[in-house]
């Protein structure tokens, strides 16, 4: 099978005062490993595994999605605060580059960080403010959650519920950033230990 390379824009350097993480360039090769599987999957028809509604990680371990009609966006405390993650506790984030109600993921983008998609109306868990749960239309036509206005993602390489790994990543243009209940993005990135990173506008990521 003939190996796709994705074109990727350029990244942007952002503002001075906003905290961003130091990533190792091992794990932009696992990414392009991971989106190099999914488009293995895609094209072997039933090889490919799919997600079962309200969320969770695919049989393959390259990311989650969500499907059906019975989404649900529970708040969930970890050690990032507590922020925003679907029924089966994936986190769930939003795009510093999207403005108010529209997604400008697409492509190898959301193939990194696949979007939160709902065919019905989301539901409100627990310390989720109903009211800033809403859809937004994607441009293929299929609807995905947003919060607050900020469409909701996941990242591919947050394996288990509770994974962060996504958090300050600076990709595709711009940062990603974990949703607390209040809709605002949560910008700090606990370390070992409880510490946080330098901040740094390389997040060492290759795409």
Known sequence: MARRTAQVPGRTAGPTTRRTVVRSGVVGVAIAGALALAACSSGGGSGGSTAGSGGGTTSTGAGAMAAGSAVEVDAHQGALGTYLTD??????Y???????GKSTCDGSCASAWPPLTAQGAPKAGSGVDAAKLTTITRDDGSKQVAYDGH?????????????TTGQGVDGFGALW????????AVTSIAGSGGS???PSNDSGYNY
């Open 196 to 198: 946080s990173p330098s």
């Open 151 to 163: 469409a909701l993602y996941y990242f591919v390489q947050d394996r288990s519920a509770g994974d």
């Open 87 to 92: 029924s089966k506790g994936n986190t769930l």
């Open 94 to 100: 939003l795009f510093v580059k999207d403005p108010s």
């Open 177 to 184: 950033w974990v949703v607390a209940p209040s809709g605002s």
